[in-house]
């Protein structure tokens, strides 16, 4: 209740897209573009606590895990010298401008932050898909 009352700027008790998508994410699900649309047209009008409250549940059950993100991270991975899985960040910062929903430029930089390349320039999956699901 408080997370959708923080995110209904207005007052209204009901929340604009923006703020349906900045609630959701605040209450832990990861909605790509399509879900959230999905969400938000299930809602006769804008939703209300109770659409917001329903959504949140729907999504946080398809939330990926730690073993999910590895599992698509090892697709793009290579195991270099038998030390781990490890991809370019280059490539990270690529594929995540560039498909599905787009990070912004500073998602990006954060999503960089979490991942801390090596001298290399090479990102350990395993250890950024732990971060990324605290």
Do not use: H, W
């Not at 959708?4 to 994410?25: H, K, M, N, P, W």
């Not at 030390?83 to 280059?90: H, P, R, W």
Request: glycine share 8%; with cysteine.
């Amino acid at each position: 209740d408080n997370l959708f009352s923080y995110y209904d700027a207005d007052g209204d008790g009901v929340l604009t897209q923006d703020e349906f998508l900045g609630a959701l994410r605040a209450g832990g699900a990861c909605p790509n573009r399509e879900e959230l649309e999905e969400a938000f047209r299930k809602s006769a009008e804008a939703p209300d606590l109770r659409t917001y409250k329903a959504a949140l549940r729907t999504l946080l059950r398809r939330r990926p895990t730690v073993d999910s993100l590895k599992e698509g991270f090892r697709g793009l991975a290579l195991d270099i010298k038998g030390q781990g899985m490890v991809m370019d960040a280059e490539l990270l910062k690529y594929l995540s401008t560039s498909y599905g929903d787009a990070l912004t430029a500073e998602e990006v930089e954060a999503l960089m932050q979490l991942a801390e390349p090596d001298e290399d320039g090479e990102v350990d999956v395993s250890r950024l898909a732990e971060r990324l699901m605290p």
